[in-house]
């Protein structure tokens, strides 16, 4: 490749919509170009890279045994009826209608197509297990696309399923996938770090979640010492042992108290030390406290739900963990109308008086209505005979002592207070920290869902039909991509590892001198001889200055520096990731070079 | 590659919706399947079979120097809207909403993207000439998908563009990519005429089909003995000299004749021939008839237009030119609702007098409305001077006699009457046969069209602005795969050319001896160890006929057969597309194939 011809144009401003930057600095470079928002176009450099990382997915791919297939993007509605995806998906689902008026949508994932497949032409337990996959454009109507490649609209996503007899053959699949998932990120330079996982919208046993540690990562993560690692949605807070009863026996009974202008849960706290003794002699804190929350569900039917959520007031609800919590339900604030029938609810004074099996009866069916009580759910510490500081139902008022299981009950458990530093991992294995990155890779142990929705079985050993069991793997292609350019970039630009970068070596011959072009063209030639892929900065009338910038933004591994030296005998080896330069003798320079490349890609 | 493994089950029953030989064998042999009406998937052999395809086009592509980019298939409406495109495109065009409601579309050809990245990252004449090119899934939504991938839905096309300073730089851009067609149609061993056709949706100013000859194509072109060609809807009928004035001067007046019960073009010449005698003394025949035919013209925004062609009784409107000549408009059967507002269309009886020009006046916008006259288009060889028996407007009622420009004029010439066998060609180089064919790929000179919809400019050599000269080329990929299956295949299944075979040689060990099957199996990993794909059925309990007809079906070029012969130290080479056989020693087989191979890709 020459510059002078290759379709580029380099930026010296940061595009104004790019807040992370492997964002900026793939646009800024001329690898990417936004086309709509978390819609983007692949310019000649940034499909090269795409290419590699592709390759690189499919060897380890097809080392497991899996088969390649390509399944289309625009598919009809009724195979994603049948699992209920066309409703669960809700706005992010992009739908369209063709000249006839059927329905189709734009697949975000192709669980459903590939179990008619296998359905389709498979019928007995001999052609098990099976795993297939893609490399496919999937597409996901993102509320908030943001940072650039890391959540698009229209992005490569590598799928794979696997098809088994039974959870033995499952848990094989499994296991084999997420070792090539390993495999995978160790090529692409990738750190990782795999976290159980709440499946969400796969339903199925098992799930991890492959995360890139990554300050601008998205998804949260805790860790712990002893090697514990969940996604904080996944995180699985353990209820305390209940209160013996012969202690719960001896609490004072529960009254209610004058607490005005007590909106927050700071200001209650400090009118309650202010006015009413704590039992044990000591002070109330927010931990003292019992907080609840309203929130509304839309289901994606569109029905609209309350529901109040307890937990100690020292503690947020999360909103990703509560999100993931109501699956397929959405969560928004609940609104005035929302609350218009439930004059039971003061704000900032509510309590479990009014609400669940202690409110008023709700419909017979369970859900809220216009004349019933508000569902109510309670974090998992909140465990019988806990006594609380609460809402009295009342403006200015709060009730002191109020024990759970003795003065309240509630509809249920809800896991969804945000994970704190230092909170016990759930396994024993000490304090948690917390932890950001980006995720790269999801596996999923599905199960029958999908099997079961649309039918798929097949005859077993005794000419039975059985189920079959299915898993579901994902690799985000064009997030991996940006990963490796979020990981590996520095201030002057995008920096490749050898085996994703759009070419190995840069070769710029700078000045204005002939002698220079000529040699640089002809070790240009001599490296292309010995199979390395060469960028050559050909293009005169641009200074050095511009050449190095450029060649320090587009981030190839290695740069071959003709100038000034030459009439000295030497050009200068550059190594973009660690700054290193050698001057050398050019034949010096290109067995370097080549020595160079074989330890990177070793 | 195992058959033991491989996703794949053939059939034996034809698909009940396959028309066509390619799509019927790339179904039973399991490398496609039917998603929806004109969607397919790709199963293992059909996705190592367009990889193929798409890695020759790709090499012919470098090789002329363009640069590969690739752009995504869900775009914003806003770029279409401004070359007009949005609305063209009627039905055929794929749209939707994202959840904040903005258009967008499924793309079907991407011009304005182009377009618009050029004019993002270059400004100057100094960049110039530049061919970009993808390969990518498009979308059309055909009203009628038929024949598996020759017309599709979803389908995957090589489309590239050409950009250039002037009218000399465009012709070298698309000599350049004409001769690339020709090197991939050729590699792909695919025959081709290259046709003269019109550019449809695109303007511009040259454009060629490359056509695969083939009896179920859906493209009638025409040839002639001296070299033309040119697709149906391109070839222009030449008008003959207009009648000189002194003939015309001898005319006799029109008069009208009682012509009852003749709304058929052959009834009139019977009435015509048993009532009025011809001025010349001989028969009439339909070629001495005017017919008018009325159709609606539906305008991308759905405005409905009548309009009547009038043309020589013995042609019939050919509909495919009629619908190019038209375009955008799309061609509707006039409807009894379009009709009611003229009731001086007399069905059987239209003739010139109440239509265009010679009718009633029209609005002044010159569109046809309830109280105007309808449009009057002539076919070309009605020239002035010309006479005519024609419709009277009265039921069974003819006139005789009716003379071109001395008693009705019309509103233009259309040039849309079937071009018959024999129709002299107009470049006077003979008499034209009719043949059809596949389009497999389409070049245009598209000119400024795009560039100044989009204002795509460059600065040129004196500093001027000047608009940039295009290009589009596309190939069909998929339909290229299709058309080489159609060529290739027989009645017994698919016969790949080794260049794009899904593997090389099809090894088979057939019967129960275990020897068999070790042999077999050294033998494919011999011919591997050479660099050879092999696909081995390794099956078990599967019988000798079922694997000879299943590799017949396959289509690999060579089969190496491993059974019974074994014992007396020989197995079989057999040669797909001829059907030859040899029997040879297991080494020498090795050899053969060997040779065979190097021969086939020479």
């Known amino acids: 490749m020459r510059m002078s011809k290759l379709f580029l144009r380099t930026l010296r401003e940061d595009p104004a919509d790019a807040e992370v930057a492997s964002h900026r600095l793939l646009v800024r470079a001329g690898y990417i170009r936004r086309t709509a928002p978390g819609i983007y176009s692949w310019l000649p450099l940034g499909l090269k890279v795409l290419a590699k990382v592709e390759a690189i997915v499919r060897e380890e791919m097809d080392a497991t045994g899996a088969q390649e297939v390509h399944f289309p993007a625009l598919l009809p509605r009724e195979p994603y009826e049948a699992t209920g995806r066309w409703t669960e998906y809700g706005p992010n689902l992009f739908r369209l209608q063709d000249r006839k008026e059927a329905d189709y949508l734009l697949a975000p994932t192709h669980e459903e197509m590939f179990t008619l497949l296998v359905k389709d032409l498979y019928s007995s337990y001999k052609e098990l297990p099976l795993t297939l996959y893609q490399i496919q454009t999937k597409y996901r109507d993102e509320s908030r696309p943001r940072a650039g490649l890391i959540r698009g609209r229209e992005f490569i996503m590598k799928d794979a399923y696997s098809f088994d007899i039974d959870e033995a053959g499952l848990a094989a699949s499994y296991d084999a996938q997420r070792a090539a998932y390993e495999r995978i990120f160790t090529r692409l330079g990738l750190d990782y ?86 039992p044990d002699g000591g002070a109330w804190t927010g931990a003292d406290t019992l907080k ?30 509560l999100e993931a919590a109501v699956f397929p339900a959405e969560v928004e604030q609940a609104t005035a109308k929302d609350l218009a029938s439930h004059p039971e609810l003061v704000a900032g004074y509510i309590g479990p008086g009014v609400l669940g099996p202690n409110g008023t009866p709700r419909d017979s069916d369970g859900t809220d209505s216009a004349e019933g009580a508000v569902r109510y759910l ?50 024993g294995s000490g304090p948690l920290e917390l932890a950001r990155g980006i995720e790269i890779g999801h596996i999923f142990a599905l199960g029958q869902k999908f099997a079961k929705a649309l039918d798929l079985k097949v005859l077993d050993s005794n000419g039975k039909a059985v189920t079959v069991t299915m898993g579901s793997y994902g690799i985000g292609v064009t997030r991996a991509l940006a990963a490796i350019a979020e990981k590996t970039c520095d201030d002057k630009g995008l920096s490749w590892p050898v085996q994703v970068a759009p070419a190995h070596v840069h070769v710029l011959a700078t000045g204005k001198d002939e002698a220079v072009f000529t040699t640089a063209e002809g070790l240009a030639a001599q490296l292309e001889a010995a199979g390395v892929e060469v960028l050559y900065d050909d293009r005169v009338k641009v200074s050095a200055g511009v050449k190095f910038a450029d060649s320090e933004l587009l981030g190839l591994p290695f740069a071959l520096v003709v100038g000034r030296g030459l009439a000295d005998g030497v050009v200068e080896v550059r190594t973009r990731a660690s700054g290193d330069r050698e001057e050398l003798a050019p034949d010096a320079a290109v067995a370097r070079l080549l020595e160079l490349l074989a330890g990177a890609s070793a």
């Not at 890139?212 to 995180?235: H, K, L, M």
């Open 193 to 278: 770090v795999i976290v159980s996982a709440m499946s969400g919208a796969m339903g199925g046993s098992r799930s991890e979640e492959f995360l890139f540690p990554c300050e601008i990562g998205e998804d949260t993560y805790v860790r712990s010492p002893g090697g514990y690692a969940a996604n904080v949605e996944a995180v699985h807070t353990p209820s305390p042992e209940p209160v013996e009863a012969a202690v719960v026996a001896g609490l004072p009974a529960a009254y209610v108290a004058d607490t005005p202008d007590t909106p927050t849960i700071e200001s209650l706290v400090d009118v309650a030390n202010a006015t009413q003794a704590k």
């Open 292 to 321: 609840n929350v309203v929130v509304t569900l839309v289901s994606p039917t569109g029905a609209r739900e309350l529901l109040v959520i307890g937990l100690p007031g020292d503690r947020q609800v999360d909103a990703k963990r």
């Open 378 to 427: 309670l974090d998992p510490r909140v465990v019988d005979g806990t006594a609380w500081i609460t809402g009295a139902n009342a403006a200015g008022k709060h009730v002191f002592g109020l024990v759970a299981g003795r003065d309240f009950t509630a509809d249920g458990v809800i896991d969804v207070a945000e994970v704190r530093v230092g909170d016990p991992a759930p396994d």
